[in-house]
């Protein structure tokens, strides 16, 4: 697919052990690192230090109430954080290394700093898939609180160039490792009492959770952020964003799909897939044009197209 990590091997390879050593001790020592996962590129800091979490926060402009994704390397590193139940280890094991983070009752003993998890008692975790991300948890022996390397409530970066872009000055060192495959943020799955919630919506769908487990999740409405990527308004160009157009007006960049070539399309095959892998660069490419707003096609609501709607509509612009 278009968009794939599979070249990623060769990049970590030309950063070889002196750079990924070189991030390592620059999260040891308190510091920031971009990096790239499979989802979007990551802006890490050791979740034990209390200050290197501030700094993410500052970094970011983000709001103290959102709470943080820690990325470990494997189930057992992440029981060391968390309480996993029998459906929690079923969906690890399942989809681990990958994008699905499971939010889970905190240990008795979690070392995370408080402003990790924002005053709950739970814990988002997750264990990635990305070369050069798990090459860094190796060599750190660190567990990695990262959200998106962007400023808060922006397009999220799928390039190396897109973090640097958003954080400008603030941009910490950047592992660049390539287009991010995914292209968007992890499912997260909240676990509890023998049932699961879907609290974001991502390339793990719910027919594939459901397939695992021989149960759909359970629905509930609150307004209380659980996890990152619940506000309202998020994901968001600078620009005006309109949505379901399969037109656009002459002042618009029209981001298509399928048969609305648009002047980007996402998937000319209509792969949802594909158009997820593209979906915040195309947005990043309509936010740096000459046209004062952007335009985009119908998506259809289906598998993966569920969680591409979720991040527009939460991207646009409220009518």
């Not at 910490?172 to 292209?183: N, S």
């Not at 490419?285 to 598998?303: H, K, L, Q, T, Y």
Request: with cysteine; hydrophobic share 40%; proline share 8%.
């Amino acid at each position: 697919m278009s968009g794939s990590n599979d070249h990623i091997g060769g990049e970590a390879r030309r950063y070889g052990n002196a750079t990924i050593g070189e991030a390592a001790a620059r999260l040891r020592a308190g510091g920031l690192v971009a990096v790239p996962t499979e989802t979007v590129y990551g802006l890490a800091a050791d979740s034990t230090n209390a200050a290197a979490v501030a700094e993410i926060y500052r970094t970011k402009g983000r709001p103290d109430f959102n709470p943080l994704i820690v990325h470990v390397p494997d189930l057992e590193a992440a029981k060391q954080l968390g309480q996993f139940d029998e459906l929690a280890i079923c969906f690890a094991e399942a989809f681990w290394p990958g994008p699905l983070t499971l939010v889970v009752p905190k240990s008795g003993n979690c070392p995370v700093a408080a402003a990790v998890t924002a005053g709950l008692d739970t814990i988002a975790l997750r264990c990635p898939a990305h070369p050069v991300m798990r090459e860094l948890l190796r060599e750190s022996g660190l567990f990695l609180a990262a959200p998106s390397a962007n400023r808060s409530g922006g397009i999220s970066p799928t390039t190396a160039d897109h973090v640097a872009r958003s954080l400008g000055r603030a941009a910490p060192m950047i592992l660049d490792g390539g287009p991010c495959e995914q292209g968007i943020e992890s499912t997260i799955v909240a676990i509890a009492d023998d049932n699961y919630r879907i609290l974001r919506p991502g390339p793990i769908t719910a027919v594939q959770l459901e397939a695992i487990v021989g149960k759909p999740p359970i629905l509930t409405v609150t307004d209380q952020i659980e996890a990152p990527g619940q506000m309202l308004s998020h994901y968001a160009p600078t620009k005006p964003l309109r949505l379901n157009a399969k037109t656009a007006a002459p002042d618009e960049y029209h981001i298509g799909f399928g048969l609305i070539s648009g002047d980007r399309n996402l998937s000319p095959r209509s792969d949802l897939a594909e158009a997820a892998s593209f979906l915040f660069a195309a947005l990043h490419d309509a936010d740096a044009s000459e046209m004062p707003r952007i335009a985009v096609a119908p998506i259809p609501e289906d598998g993966i197209g569920i969680a591409l709607n979720d991040r527009l509509g939460r991207a646009a612009t409220p009518e």
